[in-house]
C-alpha cells in the first residue's frame, strides 16, 4: 500500500513564476491537509481538503495561494507569482475519515521549494 | 483556538540514558495529542498518540507519553536513548470535539543523543 505521494521533491522557481505542488493520498484516504514548514520553524496549517471541497482554509495566505482536491487525480497546491519568502519545504498529509479507530494523519516526503 | 508548546529548541542526552521532549497544550474541546518524528530531508513518521484511556501511552521505536491534564501536558520519554533516535521532534493536538482532523503543531524539538 503506497504511502503519501508528492512531487516534485525539490522544485525551482523564478520570482513571478507559478508552482504547482501535487499530493496523491494514500488508497482509501479522502481528506488530505497542506502543511508549510520554514527553517526554524514548525509545521504551519494552511489547508484542510476532502474531494471536491474546501473545508477549512484557514491557514492559506490571502493572496496567490489556492488548492484543490479533484474527482479524479491528485490535490494540487498552487502559488502564483512566487516570491523569495514562498521559499519552504510544502508537506501534504492525508487520513482515514475523522474519528476512524486509527485516525492519524500521514505524511508525503515534501516538495522542497526554492525561489531564485 | 488550539495551540502546542515545545519549550526546548534542543534536547542532548548521551546514549543509554532516558530522554524526556517536553510538550504542553491548549485546546478548548477534549484533547488528541500526537507526537511526531522527523529525520532530515523526510516527512513526519507517526511515533504515538493519546485519545483516551490509559495516560501512559506507548508508541513506536520503544517512545512512550504521558498524558497529564491538571498540567496540560503530553511529554514524549525513552527510558534508554539511542544515537539513531536523534532528529527533530513534533507534539500536535487537535481539538477531539470537532469534525476536523486538522493537527496544530509545536514548534518541534532537536533530539541529539551522543555516543
Known amino acids: 500500500n503506497a504511502g503519501v505521494m508528492q512531487n516534485p521533491r525539490h522544485l525551482v522557481r523564478r520570482r513571478g513564476q507559478e508552482a504547482r505542488l501535487r499530493c496523491s493520498p494514500m488508497k482509501g484516504h479522502s481528506h488530505v491537509y497542506w502543511y508549510r514548514q520554514l527553517p526554524e520553524e514548525g509545521l504551519k496549517f494552511m489547508v484542510y481538503l476532502q474531494k471536491e471541497n474546501i473545508i477549512d482554509e484557514s491557514g492559506m495566505p490571502k493572496e496567490r495561494f489556492s488548492a484543490e482536491f479533484p474527482k479524479e487525480g491528485p490535490s494540487i497546491l498552487r502559488i502564483q507569482q512566487v516570491v523569495r519568502g514562498d521559499s519552504a519545504a510544502y508537506f501534504c498529509?492525508?487520513?482515514?475519515?475523522?474519528?476512524?479507530?486509527?485516525?492519524?494523519?500521514?505524511f508525503g516526503s515534501g516538495t522542497q521549494l526554492s525561489v531564485l | 483556538a488550539q495551540s502546542v508548546a515545545q519549550p526546548e529548541d534542543q534536547v542532548n542526552v548521551a546514549e543509554g540514558n532516558p530522554l524526556t521532549v517536553k510538550c504542553t497544550y491548549s485546546v478548548s474541546g477534549n484533547p488528541y495529542l500526537f507526537w511526531y518524528v522527523q529525520y532530515p530531508n523526510r516527512g513526519l513518521q507517526f511515533l504515538l498518540k493519546?485519545?483516551?484511556?490509559?495516560?501512559l501511552v506507548k508508541g513506536s521505536y520503544g517512545f512512550e507519553a504521558e498524558f497529564n491534564k491538571s498540567q496540560t501536558s503530553f511529554h514524549l520519554k525513552k527510558p534508554s536513548a539511542l544515537v539513531s533516535d536523534s532528529a527533530l521532534y513534533f507534539c500536535?493536538?487537535?481539538?477531539?470535539?470537532?469534525?476536523?482532523?486538522?493537527?496544530?503543531f509545536g514548534q518541534g524539538t532537536t533530539l541529539q543523543v551522543k555516543p
Open positions: 498529509a492525508s487520513s482515514p475519515p475523522v474519528g476512524a479507530a486509527n485516525e492519524k494523519l500521514f
Open positions: 500536535a493536538v487537535r481539538d477531539g470535539s470537532s469534525n476536523t482532523g486538522k493537527l496544530i
Open positions: 493519546y485519545i483516551t484511556g490509559d495516560n
